[in-house]
């Protein structure tokens, strides 16, 4: 079985199709999925997919494009009683964005921390998206740590390897997307040679980073298996042992999901 462990099922590009979406998730042998919370006002949408199918889960969070226009909504409390809902598994997706900076810096920075304290308070994954923000993702998350630990991956992981190695420094995991077949991508292609097999995630991000061979379609959980199988290569494994290491991972940091055999 293979998950895909970040996709956007509220997009409406996946939401207008979601039958046929789930309908080849599942021929692909795509056995779960975590749909990603990204503005609290669109949150009850995220939650309704995830309590309409067994094998869906969802985060709850912000976007760090969203925190400047979200911001008065973003206490920690307000994070923590949301992800009392028994569907929801993680905090986030939240970090720093300084590629696009849809929103001030500071602002994102100031909505990272709050993610972070709502993840220690409910002991949730948090959920981290970086981009052009290297350091500052490096020295917040080291700084918030020390003040009591949490758990987490780095999404769509796409960065130098100093993210990597001070991420998982702290215990969190590795996400890998479909970005890790695109012909530019020898640089993510090395760090994922470098990363152990116990912290490797794979994702789609659908409906974005369709990975060869679909790149420029719209990108489903289905996809996860090109990943998948990428990564296997460069890893010099099987795709199986991939789909049981990945699967394993995530219901390993997830842990809030009861896992079915």
């Not at 509220?10 to 080849?24: K, Y």
Request: net charge negative; aromatic share 6%; hydrophobic share 40%.
């Amino acid at each position: 079985m293979l998950v895909d462990s970040h996709c956007h099922l509220d997009f409406e590009q996946l939401s207008s199709q979601m039958d046929d979406v789930l309908r080849r998730a599942e021929l692909a042998n795509v056995g779960h999925m975590l749909t990603i919370g990204t503005k609290l006002r669109q949150f009850d949408g995220v939650r309704a997919i995830a309590e309409a199918h067994d094998n869906i889960h969802c985060s709850v969070g912000i976007h760090p494009h969203e925190a400047e226009e979200e911001g008065s909504d973003i206490t920690v409390q307000k994070l923590v009683d949301l992800a009392n809902h028994p569907k929801v598994v993680a905090i986030g997706e939240t970090g720093l964005d300084y590629f696009y900076e849809h929103s001030p810096r500071e602002i994102q920075r100031q909505s990272f921390r709050i993610h972070i304290e709502a993840a220690r308070e409910t002991g949730l994954p948090l959920i981290v998206h970086t981009r052009n923000a290297d350091q500052d993702t490096i020295d917040i998350l080291h700084e918030e740590y020390a003040k009591g630990p949490f758990t987490g991956v780095i999404h769509c992981f796409s960065s130098g390897w100093e993210v990597a190695e001070k991420s998982m420094e702290i215990g969190f995991l590795i996400s890998i997307s479909g970005i890790v077949t695109f012909k530019a991508a020898e640089d993510l292609r090395d760090h994922v040679r470098r990363i152990p097999l116990d912290k490797l995630l794979v994702e789609t991000d659908s409906p974005y980073l369709a990975p060869i061979p679909n790149r420029g379609k719209t990108n489903e959980p289905s996809f996860v298996a090109h990943t998948a199988a990428k990564v296997a290569e460069l890893k010099e494994v099987s795709q199986t042992e991939i789909a049981n290491i990945t699967t394993q991972n995530f219901f390993a940091l997830f842990n809030k999901i009861q896992r079915e055999d």
